[in-house]
């Protein structure tokens, strides 16, 4: 009978091209920059981070989550048990029972897939995605009839005539033929499937492992000085397993639909980032493309190769400066692929080798480098704003428990207010604190996000020793970018280990600790509705979502959450350098999350980060008003003067 | 080829910060010298006179030089003849460079004795060089109050930059770092007469009050824009050599710049 040959060769075929395009995908990888892996642990673990770690951010997409694990596993188990019976003609009908057991998983599964591409949301890739579900269902139900006579329902030879058996017989090897070629063929040859196998690859071969397992890992890898060249200029500069990240992706548009760049009408679209990124990988253009393009920019006319330089065709540097690293798109993203890490390096390559830094980046930079805050401040006034606070100083004081970290915020009148009321909050709480003064300096957070990881690195060093240079065991700041730059990047450039046995904390947590050890006491907040917006550096980079609301709690107040809070949140456009690159789009992202603020009927909202503040008060009035948690507990701080000299006396 | 422009740039102050930095007038002539260079006008070459290690030169590499000469100097040592030396040896015909160094004796004179000495024009705070053909430059002067003289001059010339002149690009690190310092060792001639002197600290000058007696809001607006018509000025055209130089005389004794 013709199935006894022609379905074999057609598997044995589809599966030796499939190993040629995948030779061919694992070089298009290795074009990319060394990178240190543990491959055979990666490779060892990878089930896991597929099981457990990537299932858990598909998971917030329940109905995708099951479906995937319908289809995936289906497909998975079934395509292993067409290799046994079907290629190697294992004669078995427990294992041609399993794999109709798989198909009809799969059927089913695919049957969702195919529902929700009835009316896909805007997010979702269009285009030979449309064709997926048609091609799964197609390889279920065909293999699923061509197991039947292995499994014993259908007798090995039907009662057709010979031309009737032929005619099946083509008709089911055309449909093997469309199907297994999909998923097969098209794995390792750039289809739909890809994601399959570039996603197992990339998941094993992760840049950050760390991530894996409830980890955390957001500091950004610093770029190696005095080169050839600095960052990212060609795909090739890439790492390989930044390459293989991108090859990954599954174009499901989750990190289009949290980019707040995307939602404000900024030429920026995670999803077309990263997939011009394989573009530049396997070279060609974009005109495959079918999913949202960059907002106001035609698709198609963006081409590169690997040796070619990105911005120069591929990707326009507005689109690399939009980007506010507020992580929205790599906390979404179900293959965990990490797009700022890739936008910082490209903007490294900008900033270090071309000087071209859009709008106040030059002048900022320049200001950085010349004063060590962005303003150009003499750095001589960094402690004016606490002329009147009586604070230690550790260049007198030399050690103390508690290390306040100002920040730039010092210079803003605005932010100086956050300080003060964090400050008289320390002082209640009899918290022996000191800060550097004048011997603080940036802490290169903005220098890192606009590229300049030459300042960024040198302003690190600088502040580390000078910090090396006194005792305390908790460092604390009002700032979270301050905050995340301390705690999860200066770590590389520590080498005295100045910060080796210092717990690193953003004021939230340590008031969050003092009203927990009964230090604080606060009265009832007596306004009207509040909400909270996590900062992105406080909550996606450090985790940090429920210190600032336990403080709320404290106040009594019971937080009208946003719909977009916590992992979620919607950053306020304040970050990565945004506000001084600012790349025009059609509305502010401060607008649209004041607007999430509105929704909640709040009248205040409470937040964590003097960026935040500014931002968000660059809104036009009437809105809620701005306020930080240190000032709305400073407000309703109870002072208990005289029990200390109560307990004093006593 | 090209005529040949020399750039000198020096080592700048953060009026903040009194940390070195890139000069603004110096940039400026560098980013001139640049955009000529970009024009095809003229062929851009940078030199400094002094410290060869100071980090800020990176910063004059980092906006696009692959060399930058620096003439080997100590801080007490007179860099006027090894720049004449060396502006003869490039065989330039333009050196563009601030109005004022940023630190040290920044008393704006180094252009004119470079000038008088190499016997060439020298064009006091340009805005811009809008054309240089057949050997004649078709420079914008900036004057106060945003006004413009254009002027027509021959090459070769010296050339100071006004703020107003195009501001400087961006250095990028990477490049600087990359750049050639190339040191050309000079013979050092001590600055004696600088060396006789005593150094204070500067003290604010008094500011001239200017009581504004408008009364209307056109008015102000005109006593804060117009050129100030000076009352006792005196135009001396027709007088002779003498007269004029006497009236000048005068006048420096009457507002007490000699006495």
């Given at each position: ?216 890992s957001t500091g950004l890898k610093p770029a190696?000085l005095?080169?050839?060249?600095h960052g990212v ?26 980019c707040p760049a995307?939602?404000?009408?900024q030429?920026l679209?995670p999803?077309?980032l ?37 911005t ?5 540097a507005d689109t690399l400066w939009s980007c506010t690293t507020c992580r929205a798109c790599v906390e ?6 990490e797009h700022v890490d890739a936008i910082v390096d490209m903007r490294r390559f900008l900033t270090l080798e071309k000087g071209d830094t859009p709008n106040k980046g030059a002048e900022v930079l320049e200001n950085i480098i010349?004063?060590d805050n962005p303003n ?31 920040s730039d915020g ?31 300096r940036d802490s290169g957070d903005v220098a890192r996000r606009l590229g300049d990881d030459a300042t960024f690195q040198s302003l690190a060093?600088?502040n ?13 700041t009002?700032d979270p970018h301050a905050f995340h730059c301390l705690k999860n990047e200066y770590?590389d450039f ?41 900062p992105c550096y406080l909550g996606r980079y450090n ?28 950053c306020c456009g304040g970050g990565g350098g945004a506000p001084i690159t600012d790349i ?5 992202i ?19 980060c003097q960026q935040c503040?500014a931002m ?35 | ?169 961006q250095?990028a690190f ?86």
């Amino acid at each position: 009978m013709i199935f006894d040959w022609l379905i074999p060769s057609l598997i044995a075929t589809l599966l030796v091209l499939a190993a040629i395009g995948a030779l061919r995908r694992v070089n298009f990888w290795r074009a990319g920059q060394a990178e240190k892996v543990d491959m055979w642990a990666g490779l060892l673990a990878m089930p896991k981070r597929y099981l457990h770690d990537l299932h858990h951010v598909v998971e917030r997409d329940k109905y995708m989550s099951r479906t995937h694990v319908a289809t995936g596993g289906g497909f998975v188990l079934a395509m292993v048990l067409v290799i046994l019976v079907h290629l190697f003609d294992i004669q078995s009908r427990i294992l041609a029972w399993m794999l109709l057991a798989a198909l009809g998983m799969m059927f089913c599964g695919a049957l969702f897939v195919f529902k929700r591409r009835l009316n896909p949301p805007s997010r979702l890739s269009k285009g030979p995605w449309m064709r997926l579900p048609k091609s799964l269902l197609t390889f279920a139900i065909t293999f699923f009839v061509l197991t039947l006579p292995a499994a014993g329902i259908l007798p090995e030879s039907l009662s057709l005539s010979n031309i009737g058996l032929t005619l099946v017989s083509l008709v089911l090897a055309l449909l093997v033929l469309l199907s297994l070629g999909e998923m097969l063929f098209g794995m390792t040859w750039g289809g739909p499937m890809k994601h399959a196998f570039a996603g197992a690859l990339h998941l094993a071969f992760h840049r950050r492992p760390e991530r894996f397992g409830g980890g955390r890992s957001t500091g950004l890898k610093p770029a190696n000085l005095g080169g050839e060249s600095h960052g990212v200029a060609k795909p090739e500069d890439f790492k390989w397993n930044q390459l293989l990240g991108f090859d990954a992706c599954v174009q499901c548009g989750r990190c289009e639909a949290m980019c707040p760049a995307f939602a404000a009408g900024q030429p920026l679209n995670p999803k077309k980032l990263i997939q011009d990124m394989v573009v530049g990988l396997a070279g060609g253009t974009d005109e495959k493309y079918a999913g949202s393009p960059y907002p106001n920019v035609p698709v198609g006319k963006a081409s590169g190769s690997p040796q070619e330089i990105i911005t120069e065709g591929l990707v326009s540097a507005d689109t690399l400066w939009s980007c506010t690293t507020c992580r929205a798109c790599v906390e979404e993203c179900p293959m965990m692929i990490e797009h700022v890490d890739a936008i910082v390096d490209m903007r490294r390559f900008l900033t270090l080798e071309k000087g071209d830094t859009p709008n106040k980046g030059a002048e900022v930079l320049e200001n950085i480098i010349a004063t060590d805050n962005p303003n150009g401040y003499a750095p001589g006034s960094r402690t004016h704003w606490a002329a009147d606070q009586n604070l230690a100083v550790m260049k007198d004081v030399k050690k103390a428990e508690v290390l306040f970290w100002v920040s730039d915020g010092a210079f803003d009148m605005r932010s100086q207010r956050i300080l003060r009321a964090f400050v008289k909050l320390l002082k209640a709480a009899n918290v022996n604190v000191a800060i550097l003064g004048d011997e603080e300096r940036d802490s290169g957070d903005v220098a890192r996000r606009l590229g300049d990881d030459a300042t960024f690195q040198s302003l690190a060093k600088r502040n580390l020793a000078t910090l090396a240079q006194y005792k305390f065991s908790t460092l604390v700041t009002t700032d979270p970018h301050a905050f995340h730059c301390l705690k999860n990047e200066y770590a590389d450039f520590d080498q005295a280990g100045a910060l080796k046995d210092v717990e690193v904390l953003h004021h939230t947590t340590f008031l969050n600790r003092l009203i927990e050890q009964g230090m604080l006491q606060v009265d009832r907040f007596k306004g009207g509705k509040v909400t909270y917006h996590d900062p992105c550096y406080l909550g996606r980079y450090n985790g940090e979502y429920d210190s600032p609301r336990a403080l709320l709690s404290s106040l009594g107040i019971e937080v009208a959450e946003m719909e977009r809070s916590g992992y979620r949140s919607r950053c306020c456009g304040g970050g990565g350098g945004a506000p001084i690159t600012d790349i025009p789009g059609e509305r502010r992202i401060a607008d649209m999350r004041m607007e999430d603020v509105a929704a909640t009927g709040a009248e205040l909202v409470a937040v964590g980060c003097q960026q935040c503040t500014a931002m968000l008060e660059g809104v036009v009035e009437p809105r809620p008003q701005v306020r930080d948690i240190a000032e709305i507990m400073a407000e309703h701080l109870v002072e208990q003067l005289v029990e200390h000299t109560v307990e004093g006396a006593a | 080829m090209l005529p040949k422009v020399l750039a000198l740039v020096s080592i700048g102050r953060h009026p903040q910060s009194g940390r070195e930095r890139r000069a603004e007038q110096d940039g400026r002539a560098v980013e001139m010298g640049l955009c000529l260079q970009e024009r095809q006008l003229m062929h851009l070459s940078v030199a400094h006179a002094g410290n060869a290690d100071s980090s800020v030169l990176r910063q004059y590499a980092g906006m696009g030089l692959s060399k930058l000469s620096v003439l080997a100097q100590q801080a007490n040592e007179d860099v006027l003849s090894p720049l004449i030396d060396y502006v003869e040896a490039q065989q330039a015909s333009m050196v563009l460079m601030g109005v004022r160094s940023e630190m040290g004796q920044s008393s704006g004179m180094l252009p004119y004795l470079l000038a008088e000495r190499l016997g060439w024009p020298l064009l006091p705070r340009v805005a811009e060089i809008q054309s240089i053909e057949e050997g004649v430059a078709q420079v914008l002067l900036a004057l106060p109050r945003g006004q413009r003289r254009l002027v027509s001059v021959a090459l070769p010339f010296v050339a100071t930059l006004d703020n107003a002149a195009k501001a400087p690009r961006q250095t990028a690190f990477g490049p600087g770092q990359r750049a050639d310092i190339e040191v050309i060792n000079t013979t050092s001639i001590a600055d004696e007469v600088a060396a006789q002197w005593q150094f204070t600290p500067a003290k604010p000058r008094p500011k001239r009050m200017k009581v504004v007696k408008a009364k209307t809001a056109a008015d102000r607006f005109k006593a804060a824009t117009a050129k100030p018509v000076g009352g006792g000025g005196k135009v001396l055209k027709n007088e002779t050599v003498e007269e004029k130089a006497q009236a000048i005389f005068d006048f420096l004794l009457e507002e007490k710049v000699i006495r």
